[in-house]
Nanobody, 121 residues
Framework: QVQLVESGGGLVQAGGSLRLSCAAS????????IGWFRQAPGKEREFVSA??????SYAASVRGRFTMSRDNAKNTVYLQMNSLKPEDTAVYYC????????????????WGQGTQVTVSS
């Protein structure tokens, strides 16, 4: 059983940066694909970024602004978010699983509790 804990969210002005962290425990972290998803009020959860092995993918809306990395030794993944926009405001979740399609939330077995990111204009 893998437990995931996100941190690093907060309030930032448009154009600013935040770095989210997702710390994993209880499992062999580097076996899993890891994804970041977000959910804004009244909207469905959407894919942000994911990484499996050396392969990393990004949603078109964040490509070039967000960078995902992982440190297997620390069992932690990061999401560096630059040039933030008000439309990036959401609760951000990390997830882990033996997924075939990294962009599909339903394939992930384990989820964190989420961290709020609010971008003011």
């Amino acid at each position: 059983q893998v437990q995931l804990v996100e941190s690093g969210g907060g309030l930032v002005q448009a154009g600013g940066s935040l770095r989210l962290s997702c710390a994993a425990s209880g499992g062999t972290f580097n076996r899993y694909g890891i994804g970041w998803f977000r959910q804004a009020p009244g909207k469905e959860r959407e894919f942000v970024s994911a990484r499996s092995g050396l392969y990393t993918s990004y949603a078109a809306s964040v490509r070039g602004r967000f960078t995902m990395s992982r440190d297997n030794a620390k069992n932690t993944v990061y999401l560096q978010m630059n040039s933030l926009k008000p439309e990036d405001t959401a609760v951000y979740y990390c997830a882990a699983g033996m997924v075939l399609n990294l962009a599909e939330a339903r394939g992930y077995n384990y989820w964190g509790q989420g961290t709020q990111v609010t971008v003011s204009s």
